[in-house]
């Protein structure tokens, strides 16, 4: 699906603001046929949970609503017209005026619809947008409800963060001709200095097509005519992490010498490959340093903040990091276009977390029942992760500061049936995308002895947390085991790896001259001991740290108003450790550190000895 963007023959109105909202009960019916009778209203984008003082509208389970009217610009006479939602949270349903004309499950991928035939140009409307907010055994990500004894219902959720739910992203109504542009899917290589750009497009009509490629001063540097082909770019610019390269690709359908309709795509050409235990960019070994983030703020909860937005890409850029995960869902498509356009490295994330009913037993990982069976997560969950799969990587696959799919983070892979619920759906991967090495988060209770699913992956992401779930504070053991375990992993499947989590909760302000958790030194202390384990594993590739920013998640003595593992506190003030952080990873430039550095800094506390000590501990 392509994003709507305004061109010669396309226009596009934004329809964010504030708009009439209610939750649903029993005076309020589904669907209105006339203006929703409330005194509330609510910003789109944002969450609505944060937004009111009512704690009851704060944890519904179950159907908001959202309305406003529309007016149609009377230019659009004869044209296609549609309404195109970034996302409703985690179901939506669409009316205009009395008709249904759209329904989605999936609470961060885009739909639209074709409104043409209930609409006239220079005419108003009745939007009405319902978002329902309920997780299941069969919704990516999962959930349950139950309901209590004074009748109130209630979701529980297998994730550590809040479920924030509503329109957290824009709404557009826009407008295409009758015979139109599709989609467009961009493949690029480099042979020498050429660029070579494999494109393909699909249109409404068979027609003749033309593809221009324009470089960043708009000057032609390729066409070609044809909905499937090849252009060549001489001396080619790359798209390189932290120097990035932005050509645009202008497809047009054609009807003789009439441009009939336009669309511009910006792509990068570069190359992404894993070769033994490499992570090749443009050829070169790439060395990951970053986070794993959230969108979350406080009042907006995951709505889009194009003020956030920018800050946190100054954030990063401050403080070294040159990728991110889209943990634990994929993010606003502004945010890969804002790393596309400044060179920051994606690894790109389902909404697939919580597939692990292990996490019900605690340090154990024993839970009540099997992840994987007919009564728990089953065929229907994974038709649901499956459909994901294909939304995300329809949205995502032009982007070149996309270069990795994480198809989960800690699913219940050392389970029974885990092979059988992923295999199928990383095959589908690797046929909605051959180009992208794939990867997934493995959680604690996943080891390289009993984990049933990372041989059918390009990049082991590791998740690991000795010295703050586990050794809580012994920091002398936790490198052991953490040594231990990983080169486990790299002896077992010979694959690149990298820690896609590991992190300590922090409270600012909270100081110690001893190793003492939630303190600011611990927090230092923490990650400077995993750093002296990552730089002794030759085929590591990357650390990214849990977590960018303090965020909020659901109720728990053991959270303190969310998760404190942030290296930015949630209004984005940096604890010490970002000062750690940014003195490691200045400078290296997609290079990975030596072990050898991290001594003459004076941060090593061990030696090679250690290492060899690692082989007999239990």
Same mark, same amino acid.
């Given at each position: 699906?392509?994003?709507?963007?305004?061109?010669?023959?396309?226009?596009?109105?934004?329809?964010?603001?504030?708009?009439?909202?209610?939750?649903?009960?029993?005076?309020?019916?589904?669907?209105?046929?006339?203006?929703?009778?409330?005194?509330?209203?609510?910003?789109?984008?944002?969450?609505?949970?944060?937004?009111?003082?009512?704690?009851?509208?704060?944890?519904? $389970?179950?159907?908001?609503?959202?309305?406003?009217?529309?007016?149609?610009?009377?230019?659009?006479?004869?044209?296609?017209?549609?309404?195109?939602?970034?996302?409703?949270?985690?179901?939506?349903?669409? #009316?205009?005026?009395?008709?249904?004309?759209?329904?989605?499950?999936?609470?961060?991928?885009?739909?639209?619809?074709?409104?043409?035939?209930?609409?006239?140009?220079?005419?108003?409307?009745?939007?009405?947008?319902?978002?329902?907010?309920?997780?299941?055994?069969?919704?990516?990500?999962?959930?349950?409800?139950?309901?209590?004894?004074?009748?109130?219902?209630?979701?529980?959720?297998?994730?550590?963060?809040?479920?924030?739910?509503?329109?957290?992203?824009?709404?557009?109504?826009?407008?295409?001709?009758?015979?139109?542009?599709?989609?467009?899917?961009?493949?690029?290589?480099?042979?020498?200095?050429?660029?070579?750009?494999?494109?393909?497009?699909?249109?409404?009509?068979?027609?003749?097509?033309?593809?221009?490629?324009?470089?960043? %001063?708009?000057?032609?540097?390729?066409?070609?005519?044809?909905?499937?082909?090849?252009?060549?770019?001489?001396?080619?610019?790359?798209?390189?992490?932290?120097?990035?390269?932005?050509?645009?690709?202008?497809?047009?359908?054609?009807?003789?010498?009439?441009?009939?309709?336009?669309?511009?795509?910006?792509?990068?050409?570069?190359?992404?490959?894993?070769?033994?235990?490499?992570?090749?960019?443009?050829?070169?070994?790439?060395?990951?340093?970053?986070?794993?983030?959230?969108?979350?703020?406080?009042?907006?909860?995951?709505?889009?903040?194009?003020?956030?937005? $920018?800050?946190?890409?100054?954030?990063?850029?401050?403080?070294?990091?040159?990728?991110?995960?889209?943990?634990?869902?994929?993010?606003?498509?502004?945010?890969?276009?804002?790393?596309?356009?400044?060179?920051?490295?994606?690894?790109?994330?389902?909404?697939?977390?919580?597939?692990?009913?292990?996490?019900?037993?605690?340090?154990?990982?024993?839970?009540?029942?099997? %992840?994987?069976?007919?009564?728990?997560?089953?065929?229907?969950?994974?038709?649901?992760?499956?459909?994901?799969?294909?939304?995300?990587?329809?949205?995502? @696959?032009?982007?070149?500061?996309?270069?990795?799919?994480?198809?989960?983070?800690?699913?219940?892979?050392?389970?029974?049936?885990?092979?059988?619920?992923?295999?199928?759906?990383?095959?589908?991967?690797?046929?909605?995308?051959?180009?992208?090495?794939?990867?997934?988060?493995?959680?604690?209770?996943?080891?390289?002895?009993?984990?049933?699913?990372?041989?059918?992956?390009?990049?082991?992401?590791?998740?690991? #947390?000795?010295?703050?779930?586990?050794?809580?504070?012994?920091?002398?053991?936790?490198?052991?085991?953490?040594?231990?375990?990983?080169?486990?992993? $790299?002896?077992?499947?010979?694959?690149?790896?990298? &820690?896609?989590?590991?992190?300590?909760?922090? &409270?600012?302000?909270?100081?110690?001259?001893?190793?003492?958790?939630?303190?600011?030194?611990?927090?230092?202390?923490?990650?400077?001991?995993?750093?002296?384990?990552?730089?002794?594993?030759?085929?590591?590739?990357?650390?990214?740290?849990?977590?960018?920013?303090?965020?909020?998640?659901?109720?728990?003595?053991?959270?303190?108003?969310?998760?404190? @593992?942030?290296?930015?506190?949630?209004?984005? @003030?940096?604890?010490?450790?970002?000062?750690?952080?940014?003195?490691?990873?200045?400078?290296?430039?997609?290079?990975?550190?030596?072990?050898?550095?991290?001594?003459?800094?004076?941060?090593?506390?061990?030696?090679?000895?250690? $290492?060899?000590?690692?082989?007999?501990?239990?």
């Amino acid at each position: 699906m392509l994003k709507p963007r305004p061109t010669l023959t396309r226009e596009l109105v934004n329809l964010d603001g504030l708009w009439r909202f209610a939750i649903e009960d029993a005076n309020v019916p589904r669907p209105w046929t006339g203006t929703l009778q409330t005194r509330l209203e609510a910003p789109v984008p944002s969450s609505y949970n944060d937004l009111f003082t009512d704690q009851q509208i704060r944890e519904h $389970v179950g159907w908001v609503w959202y309305q406003r009217t529309v007016r149609v610009p009377r230019g659009w006479a004869g044209e296609r017209v549609l309404l195109r939602l970034d996302a409703a949270t985690h179901e939506g349903e669409v #009316y205009v005026d009395d008709v249904l004309v759209a329904r989605h499950v999936g609470g961060y991928t885009p739909f639209e619809a074709d409104i043409t035939d209930h609409v006239a140009a220079g005419a108003e409307f009745r939007l009405t947008v319902g978002v329902n907010n309920e997780l299941t055994s069969a919704t990516i990500p999962p959930g349950s409800i139950s309901v209590t004894q004074d009748g109130r219902r209630q979701q529980t959720y297998l994730h550590d963060f809040y479920n924030y739910a509503g329109l957290a992203r824009s709404v557009w109504l826009y407008s295409k001709p009758q015979r139109h542009i599709n989609d467009i899917t961009i493949v690029t290589g480099v042979i020498g200095q050429t660029g070579v750009v494999d494109y393909s497009v699909t249109a409404s009509h068979e027609t003749k097509v033309r593809v221009r490629a324009l470089d960043a %001063t708009g000057h032609e540097v390729a066409t070609a005519e044809g909905g499937n082909g090849t252009l060549s770019i001489e001396a080619v610019r790359l798209w390189q992490p932290g120097a990035a390269y932005l050509y645009d690709l202008v497809v047009e359908l054609l009807d003789g010498d009439e441009v009939i309709d336009s669309y511009t795509e910006p792509f990068g050409v570069r190359t992404v490959e894993v070769r033994g235990t490499e992570f090749l960019i443009n050829g070169k070994p790439f060395y990951f340093t970053g986070f794993g983030k959230h969108e979350d703020t406080a009042v907006r909860g995951k709505g889009h903040d194009n003020a956030y937005l $920018v800050h946190d890409f100054q954030l990063l850029e401050w403080v070294g990091a040159n990728s991110f995960r889209t943990s634990h869902y994929p993010y606003a498509e502004e945010v890969l276009e804002f790393a596309d356009r400044h060179g920051i490295v994606v690894v790109d994330e389902t909404a697939a977390v919580g597939l692990n009913l292990g996490v019900q037993g605690g340090l154990t990982g024993i839970g009540p029942k099997p %992840t994987f069976s007919p009564e728990t997560f089953n065929h229907d969950t994974q038709a649901a992760h499956a459909q994901h799969l294909r939304e995300v990587i329809a949205r995502d @696959k032009n982007h070149p500061s996309v270069v990795m799919w994480s198809i989960a983070n800690e699913p219940a892979s050392n389970e029974e049936g885990a092979r059988e619920f992923f295999e199928p759906l990383v095959h589908l991967a690797r046929e909605l995308d051959p180009t992208r090495p794939l990867t997934y988060a493995a959680v604690m209770f996943a080891t390289f002895q009993n984990d049933k699913i990372a041989d059918l992956f390009d990049v082991l992401s590791i998740n690991r #947390y000795y010295g703050w779930y586990v050794f809580t504070g012994d920091l002398t053991t936790a490198e052991r085991y953490l040594e231990r375990d990983l080169r486990g992993w $790299v002896q077992a499947f010979g694959k690149p790896i990298m &820690m896609s989590e590991y992190g300590a909760d922090t &409270m600012p302000g909270q100081h110690s001259v001893w190793d003492m958790p939630w303190s600011e030194e611990y927090q230092q202390s923490y990650l400077t001991m995993n750093h002296r384990v990552f730089d002794r594993i030759e085929a590591f590739i990357g650390e990214h740290v849990w977590n960018f920013a303090d965020f909020q998640t659901s109720n728990g003595i053991h959270r303190v108003d969310g998760n404190r @593992k942030g290296i930015f506190t949630r209004d984005r @003030k940096p604890k010490a450790a970002a000062h750690t952080l940014r003195a490691r990873w200045t400078g290296l430039d997609g290079t990975k550190p030596s072990a050898n550095e991290t001594a003459a800094s004076g941060n090593a506390k061990t030696t090679t000895s250690s $290492v060899h000590a690692l082989e007999g501990a239990k």
